[in-house]
């Protein structure tokens, strides 16, 4: 079945380093793919998304392209922020299944001053 | 906008009773809301999709006499987890469905905390 891997976490950054958090996915057909963030004690927040092959996302300074040949979607940022800490999601909508999503086991993320 | 609700935040309850969850979306009509549950550092897991004035669909492995899932109305989904054990502790989250042009975008509830005692 359709799947999402993610690199585990946590992850310690400085702040102003580089983010690199690494998710591919299994799937048939064209789904979308997405990331989510959750910060502390919030519900999860759509943080970008692409549709189709190709196609990148980005929002906030964090950036992931939907790579069908190598069946990726990193989410990359350059230069991270300690307001950035939280844990972040890669997920996957498989296409024409009305929307659900399937989730990678999440990465933390700690940046610190 | 956008903004989707649950209640209550957390709940404590005996083994052996029922607990009943609610999920709102608040500015939206949603058709479609769906049921994850997140354990301690792990990633969420798709329970059941709820559409409004149907059976919900559950994901293979869900018990479907143990989490009733009832879509009243297009902002209001509730589940409710009956003769709750101390092994269905965990964290519930559900999300509303919102067409977003070419995709239907999920909004998603801050959680709740259920501890079986």
């Known amino acids: 079945g359709d799947s999402v891997t993610q690199m585990e976490g946590p992850v310690t950054l400085s702040e102003e380093a580089f983010l690199t958090i690494n998710c591919t996915y299994t799937?048939?057909?064209?789904?979308?793919l997405f990331w989510y963030v959750q910060y502390p004690g919030e519900g999860l927040q759509l943080l970008l998304k692409?549709?189709?092959?190709?196609d990148k996302g980005s929002n906030k300074g964090f950036e992931a392209t939907y790579r069908k040949e190598t069946t990726s979607f990193h989410l990359e940022k350059g230069s991270v922020q300690v307001s950035d800490s939280a844990v972040y999601f890669c997920a996957l909508s498989p296409y024409n299944q009305g929307g659900k999503l399937i989730f990678g086991q999440g990465t933390e993320l700690s940046v610190k001053p | 906008g956008a903004v989707v609700s649950q209640h209550p935040s957390w709940v404590i309850c005996k083994s052996g009773t029922s607990v009943k969850i609610e999920c709102r979306s608040l500015?939206?009509?949603?058709?479609?809301m769906f049921w994850y549950r997140q354990f301690p550092k792990q990633s969420l897991m798709l329970m059941a999709t709820?559409?409004?004035?149907?059976?919900?669909?559950?994901e293979q492995g869900v018990e479907k006499d143990k989490f009733l899932i009832n879509h009243a109305s297009l902002t209001l989904s509730t589940l409710t987890v009956t003769s709750a054990h101390p092994e269905d502790s965990s964290f519930y989250i559900c999300?509303?469905?919102?067409?977003?042009?070419?995709?239907?975008?999920?909004?998603f509830g801050p959680g709740t905390r259920l501890t079986v005692l």
């Open positions: 500015d939206f009509q949603a058709t479609t």
């Open positions: 692409a549709t189709k092959a190709d």
């Open positions: 999300s509303a469905s919102r067409s977003s042009g070419t995709y239907n975008e999920q909004f």
């Open positions: 799937a048939t057909g064209y789904p979308s």
């Open positions: 709820s559409n409004e004035g149907s059976k919900a669909t559950y």
